[in-house]
């Protein structure tokens, strides 16, 4: 418990693990085989850094090897630290279940502050964590399968995949040892905006269910919808850039860590992160919207979707009463406490849980790591035969119109979308959006039918460890 009164990240993950398993049929054993963290490693190493040796502490926490490789995150950040990263890796196991990907759950962090280092110490001090990890098979395409988490991204995600390459010459499959790369590096299209767009998906399917939509207080379709999104970076950056472009929804605050921006009729958020580019990650001085210092008070400004994506906790007994959303989703993992998430279901908040809202991107992590083992880029066989065969039906359509004086005219546009055959990215977004609606009604089907269930985190907890609890009895547990 924090001085706050505040339970850890890995208390409240519990939990909420055990509000959920307290209304499943399941052996006391093996409740508790799925609820414990398998094991985490900690390393101390030193790299010599402007003419003296640092010291980084890092972590590898697998929870559960129902399933492997087990996969999860590498994040950086001064305040990672053991609880967090099994809270974390908890979380893994049962988003990976939720959506389907055949992994157990892992995390990985490293205490650093990633902006006090210039590129090339950040690369050493990168290869040597990955040396650390890959000798004790922590990183390993058939065993563990880290990805991008806060402060990295697919610059790191390559120098891992280089080291591990280095390390293990005639491994052919050593590029599926880590997700989130490059595409040069094979990556994969849209794995970058995963996440977010994952955010969105989810939204997406909410709106598609009116009863659901009814649930929140609210009405109608995703246009004109006030979002409040706090951290503008991987996750929250894509998740406001595309539901404000592509679905009509009104960003009216983004809180960073230097404050907040507001502006009722909606910001440009492509002009923000343009703008926070330039200016050293900061949004003051951005000169069309209002900045305020005090960026955690703009939580409880009033809005219809709340996307916290920045960081755990944020959402807690100090403020949960104040929030002014009847709908939340959360981007970033673990940014409500297990007390705040009592108070704010009591006040009727509709809240989209974190296992599920920001599984886009382990889901194309799957798809990345699929393709390096198959060693080929998705569509490359099938596409132009796709294309080739709707030229045939469209040649036919016109051929018979003449023939038979009809007249009839296909129009440019839609002959144009309709002869595309579909490209890595067309497959990946496709993939991706049947994942989020197909976990989407599976949460929903328990949230519905069962008179115990009132919220999405239990249904979304009972979807995942009923198929935790039959991978381990298939295994005899
Ligand atoms: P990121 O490092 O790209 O972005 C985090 C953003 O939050 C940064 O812009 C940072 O300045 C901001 N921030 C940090 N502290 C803040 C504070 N106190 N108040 C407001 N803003 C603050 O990280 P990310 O990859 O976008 O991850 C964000 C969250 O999403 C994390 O919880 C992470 O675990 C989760 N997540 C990320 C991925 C992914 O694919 N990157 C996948 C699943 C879940």
Known sequence: MDVSGELSFRDSVDLMFNRAVKLMDMSPGLEQKIRVCNSTYTVRFGVRLRGKIETFTGYRSVHSEHMEPVKGGIRYALSVNQNEVEALAALMTYKCALVETPFGGSKGGLCIDPRAWDEHELELITRRFAYELIKRDLIHPAQNVPAPDMGTGEREMAWIADQFARMNTTDINARACVTGKPPHAGGIQGRVEATGRGVQYALREFFRHKEDVARAGLSGGLDGKRIIVQGLGNVGYHAAKFLSEEDGCK???????????????????????????????????????????????????????????????????????????????????????????????????????????????????????????????????????????????????????????????????????????????????????????????????????????????????????????????????
């Open 251 to 477: 960003v009216v605050a983004i809180i960073e860590r230097d404050g907040a921006l507001l502006d009722p009729a909606g910001l440009n958020v492509e002009d923000v992160r343009q703008w926070m580019n330039r200016h050293d990650g900061q949004m003051a001085g951005y000169p069309d919207a209002k900045h305020v210092a005090d960026g955690k008070a703009v939580l409880e400004e009033a809005c219809d979707i709340l996307v916290p994506a920045a960081l755990e906790g944020v959402i807690n007994k100090g403020n949960a009463a104040r929030i002014n959303a009847p709908l939340i989703i959360e981007a970033a993992n673990g940014p409500i406490t297990f007390a705040a998430d009592e108070i704010l279901r009591q006040k009727g908040v509709v809240i989209i849980p974190d296992m599920y809202a920001n599984a886009g991107g382990v889901t194309v992590s799957y798809f990345e790591w699929v393709k390096n083992l198959s060693h080929i880029r998705f569509g490359r066989m099938q596409r132009r035969a796709e294309e080739a065969r709707s030229h045939l039906i469209v040649e036919e359509l016109e051929r018979l119109s003449a023939d038979q004086g009809l007249g009839w005219q296909l129009s440019p546009d839609f002959k144009e979308k309709f002869l595309q055959g579909s490209d890595e990215l067309a497959l990946v977004r496709s993939g991706l959006d049947d994942t989020m609606r197909t976990a989407y009604q599976a949460m929903r089907k328990v949230w519905h039918e069962r008179d115990d269930v009132d919220d999405l985190r239990v249904a979304a907890y009972i979807v995942s460890i009923g198929r935790v609890a039959q991978a381990y009895r298939s295994k005899g547990l």
